[in-house]
């Protein structure tokens, strides 16, 4: 699992280079807010409409070649972005960096579906944030200081490499282990889960979920720069970093959170909905970011608010696993990973927008209730077929 994880901080130090060096490009290519989340948009785009093929060739090839297909993808994609010639290619290469890397959540859901028992799933899945957060904490970190030396080229091609060197680390660790039996039960067909209502009640719960870790993870450093007047490099060293850091708590302690429940004998999805509600109730502090005294305070309350999102998120991207079972895991989780990247297709500019007329009071108030109402959705549909 260790390797995997590694894949995931590659795969989101490649996403968020951009996030960390968008104060530069936004004053390179001419663009304000929402044109930087049009960029934004171009990857989520990419990533929604690749998120279901992607998850299909990741059953189909298996876990081994489907994960070093798109670990190679996406490390040519970020490679390329040091290239760029203008915003067009630049939004080209977003947008092939979006499509490979909607394989990597499936590809991580398949690995755990298949090394991990059922109660574990959920703190597997927790575990791999702290890919996540090694990722998102390295971006501001690796990026601005490469930025500062070479340019910002040099970091996207510096971060794209990096991936080349995970595919061998994987092939030779997954001959070595082998993953637990299959279970003597016959997969569901394809057409099933798309009719399986439980299935579109979750990806419509990460939608609302994800609004929130949406806006922490592309604007943060941009919060901290347009409202309260840090450098680039101030918000990436200080403080933008920590953030993620909470992040993967909230994972680890949203995993046995659900897991305790479980062991103590509350039915495994039970479990997991009893810890998103706690979570939701936590997540409507987010509504007063915008309120804190200065920078130091407002980055505490965006790291308490980012803790609850991935602490709620690594049990709904569990309950995929639980539901279908590993030979259907790459396709299950790839539903919430299009549900994910088509929400940021159309929040990415929105958000923008309204940051340009308005600031980010309305964008924090308007997110802070959302992931309750994803509570209310897996209620509703849990138990139906």
Known sequence: MAVFILSTALSFLDRQVLAALAPALKLEFHLGNQGYGWVVAAFSLAYALAALPMGLLVDRLGLNRGASVAVGLWSAAGVATGFVGGLGSLVACR???GAAEAGGIPASGKAFASYLEPRE??????????????????APLLAGTLAVRWGWRAAFVATGLLGFL?????????RRIPPRAASGAAPAGVRDLVRDRRLWGLAIANVLLMT???????????????????????ANQRLAWIPPVFASLGALFGGWLSMHWAKAGVEVQAARVRASLVSGLFLLATAAVPWMPNAGWATALISLSFFWTVAMSANLYAMPLDMFGAARAGFAVSTLTF??????????????????RYGFE??????????LAAVGVLQLTRGQR
């Open 166 to 174: 995970w595919i061998p680390l994987w092939l030779a660790t997954a």
């Open 339 to 356: 549900a994910y990247g088509l929400m940021q297709t159309f929040v990415s500019p929105l958000i923008g927008g309204l940051i340009d």
């Open 212 to 234: 929130v870790y949406s806006l922490w993870m592309n604007w943060t450093t941009v919060y901290l720069v347009t409202a309260r007047g840090l450098s680039q490099t101030q």
């Open 121 to 138: 799933r959920a703190m597997g899945t927790a575990v791999n944030q702290l890919g996540i957060t090694l990722g998102m904490m390295g």
């Open 95 to 97: 947008a092939a960096l």
């Open 362 to 371: 309305p964008v924090c108030l308007g997110v802070a209730g959302l992931p």
